[in-house]
């Protein structure tokens, strides 16, 4: 079956303009969650989504915001971008929220470049 | 603050056994452990979890130490492809903000 799917992989952009990331999970699963990757801080939580709510958020400013469709489809954007955000985001899929025993299914990442 | 302590690096040799150590004191009884490692230029994968008891799958075994404070994860025969950062986080039924460490940077000698 078909992989988590994020899309663009490359994107660069300029500071203060806004970046729309998305995140296709794997058919079925419900669960979509966020991840910013960089080399200093390592792979950080952003937030988890099911069922189109917000479950969990982690500690990121208010200009990164997510939103999930009800095909479980989801999207993350940040506004008024800064240099520290260049990372890899990843998005990772799960069949159920709240799951210990869940496997997580990551995708390949989004990785942005701030200039 | 991540909830797994685990050494920055580690190397072996091809086609031997490799012990991955992670510590976990804090632990509480609804939290499973969690393996995934990443490979350059890719997300992370799945690897193997586990709750109490030692678990076993294609990849890898699970060691779980009696009072769960500190797992193992096994490699039976190392190969270069398994040449990785590996994580060992904890997930809990209740709560889905999953922390990351920073790892266990595993390299492997041809």
């Known amino acids: 079956k078909a992989g988590v799917t994020q899309t663009p992989r490359y994107l660069i952009k300029t500071r203060g303009q806004q970046v729309t990331l998305s995140c296709s999970p794997i058919s079925g699963h419900r669960s979509v969650s966020w991840y910013q990757q960089t080399p200093g801080q390592g792979l950080q939580f952003l937030f988890e989504?099911?069922?189109?709510?917000?479950?969990n958020k982690g500690n990121f400013p208010g200009r990164f915001s997510g939103r999930q469709f009800s095909n479980s489809r989801s999207e993350m954007n940040v506004s008024t971008l800064e240099l520290g955000d260049s990372a890899l985001y990843l998005c990772a899929s799960s069949r159920l929220a709240g799951q210990g025993a869940g496997e997580l299914f990551f995708g390949e990442g989004s990785r942005l470049t701030v200039l | 603050d991540a909830k797994t302590t685990q050494p920055n690096s580690m190397e072996s040799n091809e086609e031997e056994p490799v012990h991955l150590p992670c510590n976990h004191s804090?632990?509480?009884?609804?939290?499973?452990i969690h393996w995934y490692r990443q490979l350059p230029s890719q997300g992370p994968e799945y690897v193997i979890h586990g709750l109490t008891s030692n678990v076993n799958n294609r990849m890898a075994s699970l060691a779980i130490a009696e009072d769960r404070k500190s797992s193992t994860l096994i490699l039976h025969r190392a190969t270069l492809r398994d040449a990785a950062v590996y994580y060992c986080?904890?997930?809990?039924?209740?709560?889905?903000?999953?922390?990351f460490g920073k790892g266990t940077r595993l390299h492997i000698l041809p």
């Open positions: 989504y099911f069922s189109e709510t917000q479950r």
């Open positions: 804090t632990i509480s009884g609804t939290d499973y």
């Open positions: 986080i904890l997930r809990d039924n209740r709560d889905d903000k999953i922390i």
